[in-house]
T-cell receptor
Framework: GDSVTQMEGPVTLSEEAFLTINCTYT??????LFWYVQYPGEGLQLLLK?????DKGSNKGFEATYRKETTSFHLEKGSVQVSDSAVYFC?????????????FGSGTRLQVQP | NAGVTQTPKFRVLKTGQSMTLLCAQD?????MYWYRQDPGMGLRLIHY???????AKGEVPDGYNVSRLKKQNFLLGLESAAPSQTSVYFC???????????FGPGTRLTVL
């Protein structure tokens, strides 16, 4: 079935460092791909999405490019801030089950130190 | 607009007790979902609804029941709570025209 694999965390960076969080997927066809962010004690918020192959999603300085050749959707940010400390989830729709729900990766915790 | 709200925020139950979690939305979305979040496992779908009066099972439905009597509300029930149901529960909604989902703030449930 459709699935998402994320790099294990935690990822610990200093402020202004470059961030990459890897995400690869297995899917039927070319579904939309998502990154959600969860700040401490809160629910998940949509960070960015890409709806078709080669699209680039971007928001708040974060970017991710939908690469069908490598079945990847890696999240990047050029200069992280302490306020970016959160858990990041890669996700895709459950097209194979027809549920219109999302399949999530296990999440990657980012800790940014001043 | 409140978006998606969940009640209660926290709850502690003893094994065998029952409770109902309420999800309410003012986004006029057709689709509603219940997920549970456990450490290292991401979110897993419990039940979902594609419209008022409809419900369907997700990946981990055992021990839970749901109802969607009104479009804006989606209830998750635990008839006889077990320690394995200790988790954080999230409700989400989507319009159905896109796959984007909008999440509530979560309910942290502990079953002793």
């Amino acid at each position: 079935g459709d699935s998402v694999t994320q790099m294990e965390g935690p990822v610990t960076l200093s402020e202004e460092a470059f961030l990459t969080i890897n995400c690869t997927y297995t899917a039927t066809g070319y579904p939309s791909l998502f990154w959600y962010v969860q700040y401490p004690g809160e629910g998940l918020q949509l960070l960015l999405k890409a709806t078709k192959a080669d699209d680039k999603g971007s928001n708040k300085g974060f970017e991710a490019t939908y690469r069908k050749e490598t079945t990847s959707f890696h999240l990047e940010k050029g200069s992280v801030q302490v306020s970016d400390s959160a858990v990041y989830f890669c996700a895709l729709p459950q097209v194979d089950t027809g549920r219109r729900a999302l399949t999530f990766g296990s999440g990657t915790r980012l800790q940014v130190q001043p | 607009n409140a978006g998606v709200t969940q009640t209660p925020k926290f709850r502690v139950l003893k094994t065998g007790q029952s409770m109902t979690l309420l999800c309410a939305q003012d986004m006029n979305h057709e689709y509603m979902y219940w997920y549970r979040q456990d450490p290292g496992m991401g979110l897993r779908l419990i039940h979902y609804s594609v419209g008022e009066g409809t419900t369907a099972k997700g990946e981990v439905p055992d021990g839970y029941n749901v109802s969607r009597l009104k479009k804006q509300n989606f209830l998750l029930g635990l008839e006889s709570a077990a320690p394995s149901q200790t988790s954080v529960y999230f409700c989400a909604t989507s319009s159905g025209s896109t796959d984007t989902q909008y999440f509530g703030p979560g309910t942290r449930l502990t079953v002793l």
